[in-house]
């Protein structure tokens, strides 16, 4: 659909501009997910393991 006014102005396509509005919002909608994902990985807390205490098992002498 085009809407022409008394100008010299070329038409407007609004099926083009509601298109790309709705484009502009599926961009949004869609980076706010990724943001709110990134933030709930980087709120998880990564278990560590105790690291071992004295010299017990930290050398293994293999012979064949």
Known sequence: MS?????????VDTSTAQGVKTANLVKAHKESE???????????SI????QP???SGHNIN???
């Open 34 to 44: 990724a943001q709110m994902a990134i933030e709930l990985i980087a709120s998880a």
């Open 3 to 11: 809407i022409v006014l008394n100008s010299d102005a070329a038409p």
């Open 53 to 55: 205490v004295g010299n």
């Open 62 to 64: 293999i012979k064949v």
């Open 47 to 50: 278990v560590t393991l105790p």
